[in-house]
């Protein structure tokens, strides 16, 4: 069987799963803000004991790479990097606006719709892409200046937005076909066929190269 140790701290949730192939065998998720440094390793030791495991059985460790908090990025990767090193297992990694999007599928019961993950980065500006129903691209990763026209040319299509920059959008649009859903977080508990789906094609990051994932460009998408 094929264990994945799997770690988002891309926001003020830390999240840790442990999975058997895409069973969920444990999962928990602290909210307690800048606290990841101290938690992480104690949430997985903490998790590891309730699952009867050790390091050593597990066979992957997949981490959340980002866009989000740079701090949170930092120690996530760098941690995850560390045990595989001293381990030697393969490293996954996981797009966060993916991991939401994953979670998000969850709470639709809809046909023929896409899916805009949001995470707030400051002001107006949020991290962002577009998927259909099936998790394929729309719209690449990107930082977005949010405004009134944003998203224009997909009016007519049913679009669910959610996240932690999902709100400010919601203050200052009014489309009939943009729908948002609340309570959607980086939940590693929705990263399990995320990370198995790589490990069963052997995509693993280089360990000596291996960075997180930050948004630089700023993009304005408007018509």
């Known amino acids: 069987m094929t264990k994945i140790l799997c770690a988002d701290t891309t926001s003020e949730n830390c999240s840790i799963s442990i999975f058997d192939k895409l069973s969920l065998l444990g999962n928990v998720n602290s909210r ?18 309730k699952c009867n495991l050790e390091l050593s059985n597990i066979d992957a460790f ?15 990767i760098s941690s995850f990097k560390g045990l595989c090193y001293s381990l030697d297992k393969p490293l996954i990694s996981v797009n966060t606006l993916e991991l939401l999007s994953n979670f998000a599928t969850t709470k639709i019961s ?40 944003s998203f224009n040319e997909y009016k007519s299509k049913k679009i669910y937005f959610f996240g932690s920059g999902s709100n400010k959008f919601n203050e200052i649009i009014d489309k009939e076909n943009f729908i948002f859903i609340n309570g959607i977080y980086p939940n590693t508990k929705f990263m399990g066929d995320l990370s ?21 460009e700023y993009y304005f998408i408007k018509n």
């Open 110 to 149: 809809d046909t023929n719709y896409y899916m805009c993950p949001m995470i707030d980065a400051r002001r107006m500006e949020v991290f962002t892409k577009l998927f259909d129903q099936d998790l394929n691209q729309i719209i690449d990763d990107q930082a977005m200046i949010l405004d009134k026209k």
């Open 196 to 216: 198995f789906n790589k490990f069963e094609r052997n995509d693993f990051e280089d360990l000596s190269s291996f960075e997180p994932f930050y948004i630089k």
């Open 32 to 49: 307690i803000e800048r606290s990841h440094s101290k938690l992480l390793l104690k949430l997985i030791d903490d998790l590891l004991n």
């Open 62 to 76: 997949s981490i959340s790479k980002g866009p989000g908090s740079y701090t949170g990025l930092r120690i996530g």
